[in-house]
């Protein structure tokens, strides 16, 4: 588990094999790279700048309602489950083969690409400029 509430910049490297829990309310610039195996879970209401990359196999669960610039890389396969509240910019690369599900309801400029074969599932009911996705299926 872990729980991060201070202002500032936070880069995070895990390569580690395990269950993962992590809870981020922190103000500033947020950099994680997440490459393990396993169940990941994430919550992020932090304000800011955040990017993050996921190559890591398994079960993925993200929530994300931080207002800001967020950039996700996702190329992991297995379940990837994401849900995204957050006001802002919000621009998603998911590559990964396996079973994607997302739900969007953020208003905001949307850009997301799909170039992987699998099954697919979106909801998107957030105002605001969307790009959809693009699937090479």
């Known amino acids: 588990m872990f729980l991060d509430i201070f202002p500032g910049s936070d880069i ?8 993962s829990s992590s809870k981020d309310i922190s103000k500033g610039i947020n950099i994680r790279k997440d490459i393990s195996p396993g169940i990941s879970s994430s919550k992020d209401i932090s304000k800011g700048i955040n990017i993050s990359k996921d190559t890591s196999p398994g079960i993925n ?3 994300d309602t931080s207002p800001g610039i967020n950039i996700t890389k996702d190329i992991s396969p297995g379940i990837n489950i994401t849900k995204d509240i957050s006001p802002g910019i919000n621009i998603t690369k998911d590559i990964s083969p396996g079973i994607d599900i997302s739900k969007e309801t953020s208003p905001r400029i949307s850009d997301s690409k799909d170039i992987f074969p699998g099954i697919d599932i979106t909801k998107d009911i957030s105002p605001g400029i969307t790009n959809p996705k693009i699937s090479l299926q």
Not at 13 to 19: E, Q, T
């Open 61 to 63: 669960i993200s929530k």
């Open 12 to 19: 995070r490297k895990n390569k580690s094999l395990r269950i």
